[in-house]
T-cell receptor, first 109, second 114 residues
Framework: QKEVEQDPGPLSVPEGAIVSLNCTYS??????FMWYRQYSRKGPELLMY????GNKEDGRFTAQVDKSSKYISLFIRDSQPSDSATYLC?????????FGTGTRLTIIP | DSGVTQTPKHLITATGQRVTLRCSPR?????VYWYQQSLDQGLQFLIQ???????AKGNILERFSAQQFPDLHSELNLSSLELGDSALYFC?????????????FGPGTRLTVL
């Protein structure tokens, strides 16, 4: 079993929809949780960073962490075609960063 | 632009050959990470250097090696290449070297082994 599980998709939604992306993990040592966005043929870039359980909001993006269930989510409101990318969850206990396989998201105009 | 540079952008070579990938971290960053990204395995951590010293090792094959030079740039050497080594190779950097510190990724090197 992988330490981090992420549905690879692909996921296609119409413009303006709310998108929900999720990861589950098995390692209780993970304390820091991140979401990276990767456009085609580019390097990943940090989108959201959370530490504690609960919600963190940044514009149209909300990151949610539930440590008791070992489950994290990223919500995108009012999705735009420019949000089309691969979204990777990542987590660490302050050693190496462990990534999910990424979910490929397409927003249809 | 993350400030991390990688060369070359693309590399096409044959099985059995050896290649070197180069990475320059962001200005001021002491730590460099190497990752391999393939379609079926996602982003896999290979190795980390901090200020010239190896700090952490991931799923790096014995055929692969890396080093970080005094000017903090890093090179990843891949030898006896196999078809399965075809992938995107990313370098990332941060200043403190801790896993919880944000890593900034370069644009990657796409390696194709024929």
């Amino acid at each position: 079993q992988k330490e981090v599980e992420q549905d690879p998709g692909p996921l296609s939604v119409p413009e303006g929809a709310i998108v929900s992306l999720n990861c589950t993990y098995s390692n209780s040592a993970f304390q820091y949780f991140m979401w990276y966005r990767q456009y085609s043929r580019k390097g990943p870039e940090l989108l959201m960073y959370t530490y504690s359980s609960g919600n963190k909001e940044d514009g149209r993006f909300t990151a949610q962490v539930d440590k008791s269930s070992k489950y994290i989510s990223l919500f995108i409101r009012d999705s735009q075609p420019s949000d089309s990318a691969t979204y990777l969850c990542a987590m660490t206990g302050n050693e190496k960063l462990t990534f999910g396989t990424g979910t490929r998201l397409t927003i249809i105009p | 632009d993350s400030g991390v540079t990688q060369t070359p952008k693309h590399l096409i070579t044959a099985t059995g050959q050896r290649v070197t990938l180069r990475c320059s971290p962001r200005s001021g960053d002491l730590s460099v990470y190497w990752y391999q990204q393939s379609l079926d395995q996602g982003l896999q951590f290979l190795i980390q250097y901090y200020n010239g010293e190896e700090r952490a090792k991931g799923n790096i094959l014995e055929r692969f090696s890396a080093q970080q030079f005094p000017d903090l740039h890093s090179e990843l050497n891949l030898s006896s290449l196999e078809l399965g080594d075809s992938a995107l190779y990313f370098c990332a950097s941060n200043s403190l070297g801790g896993g919880r510190d944000t890593q900034y990724f370069g644009p990657g090197t796409r390696l194709t082994v024929l």
